[in-house]
T-cell receptor, first 114, second 114 residues
Framework: KNQVEQSPQSLIILEGKNCTLQCNYTVSPFSNLRWYKQDTGRGPVSLTIMTFSENTKSNGRYTATLDADTKQSSLHITASQLSDSASYICVVCGTAGGSYIPTFGRGTSLIVHP | NAGVTQTPKFQVLKTGQSMTLQCAQDMNHNSMYWYRQDPGMGLRLIYYSASEGTTDKGEVPNGYNVSRLNKREFSLRLESAAPSQTSVYFC?????????????FGDGTRLSIL
């Protein structure tokens, strides 16, 4: 069964600090891996998308890494801001026989304190 | 730039009632999706429409029906609501079904069934 596991479940950091969120997956065959940010009461917003051949991708202060061999990804947030407080969701997309069902992780809830 | 618009934002139903959740996108995307998000779980795909005129089941389709009314609109219908369908429902769209382009999400419909 395809699975996406995220850690930690929740994280509290001080404004200005860096943090790293983890994502492990067992989706096969692999198509791409996505990180989304979901603010409270809003829909998810795409941060990065990485294919098998990409091992790092940045979007401003967000940097995602992918190790397709170990099936692990991380999202690093640099110089955190209060507006980074949100849930961060890892999504792994697989393709098999024409069906397309992305597998979502449960998310990491990040709280940034002043 | 409206993006993906969902209506209503909130709804309370009694068990056995029916209702239709509406979704419209203005990005000329071919593919549209319906997800549900429950506490402590990742988003789960209910149905998707790869292109106008086609619909397919996702991971949790039981108890739901969908209609791709035209390229812009994709509705989700609960024929006989059950308490287990209490959830937050998200509609999303993307250029094509299987691609490295992001999905764009609406802000959700919060549905409670008593």
């Amino acid at each position: 069964k395809n699975q996406v596991e995220q850690s930690p479940q929740s994280l509290i950091i001080l404004e200005g600090k860096n943090c790293t969120l983890q994502c492990n997956y067992t989706v096969s065959p692999f198509s791409n891996l996505r990180w989304y940010k979901q603010d409270t009461g809003r829909g998810p917003v795409s941060l990065t998308i990485m294919t098998f051949s990409e091992n790092t991708k940045s979007n401003g202060r967000y940097t995602a890494t992918l190790d397709a061999d170990t099936k692990q990804s991380s999202l690093h947030i640099t110089a955190s801001q209060l507006s980074d407080s949100a849930s961060y969701i890892c999504v792994v997309c697989g393709t098999a026989g024409g069906s397309y069902i992305p597998t979502f992780g449960r998310g990491t809830s990040l709280i940034v304190h002043p | 730039n409206a993006g993906v618009t969902q209506t209503p934002k909130f709804q309370v139903l009694k068990t056995g009632q029916s209702m239709t959740l509406q979704c419209a996108q203005d990005m000329n995307h071919n593919s549209m999706y319906w997800y549900r998000q429950d506490p402590g779980m990742g988003l789960r795909l209910i149905y998707y429409s790869a292109s106008e005129g086609t619909t397919d089941k996702g991971e949790v389709p039981n108890g739901y029906n969908v209609s791709r009314l035209n390229k812009r609109e994709f509705s989700l219908r609960l024929e006989s609501a059950a308490p287990s369908q209490t959830s937050v429902y998200f509609c999303a769209s993307s250029e094509v079904r299987v691609s490295n382009q992001p999905q764009h999400f609406g802000d959700g419909t919060r549905l409670s069934i008593l």
